[in-house]
Structure formats: structure tokens, C-alpha cells
């Protein structure tokens, strides 16, 4: 019985603190941007990435 106790303290500590880490996330504006992700994948950066490292070049 005292096993049961320890590990329901525990597993409300570990849920405390995965609410404080989301409470900072939304407070640090990290859902901010809703709209951007979701085109994201519509954009081809291929020719961003060539530009930088010139090593990436195959010819």
C-alpha cells in the first residue's frame, strides 16, 4: 500500500510538471503561429540549402 502512495505522488509530480512546461510554452508564444506550419511544406527550400554549402552541389 505504501508502494501505491509513492507512485501516485510521483505521477502527479511528473503531470505538474509537464503542465508547467506547457503553461510556459503558451505564455512564451510558442502557439503563436498557426498559420505558417501548415504551408510550410508547400515551399521547396533545395535552393536555399545549395546556395549556403557549395559542397552540396552534385554534378
Same mark, same amino acid.
Given at each position: 500500500?505504501?508502494?501505491?502512495?509513492? =507512485?501516485?505522488?510521483?505521477?502527479? =509530480?511528473?503531470?505538474?510538471?509537464?503542465?508547467?512546461?506547457? =503553461?510556459?510554452?503558451?505564455?512564451?508564444?510558442?502557439?503563436?503561429?498557426? #498559420?505558417? !506550419?501548415? =504551408?510550410?511544406?508547400?515551399?521547396?527550400?533545395?535552393? #536555399?540549402?545549395?546556395?549556403?554549402? !557549395?559542397?552540396? #552541389?552534385?554534378?
Amino acid at each position: 500500500m505504501n508502494v501505491l502512495i509513492i =507512485l501516485l505522488g510521483f505521477s502527479m =509530480l511528473v503531470a505538474g510538471g509537464f503542465l508547467i512546461a506547457f =503553461l510556459w510554452a503558451v505564455r512564451s508564444g510558442q502557439y503563436t503561429d498557426r #498559420h505558417t !506550419p501548415a =504551408l510550410r511544406m508547400l515551399f521547396d527550400d533545395d535552393d #536555399h540549402r545549395d546556395r549556403r554549402d !557549395p559542397s552540396t #552541389h552534385t554534378s
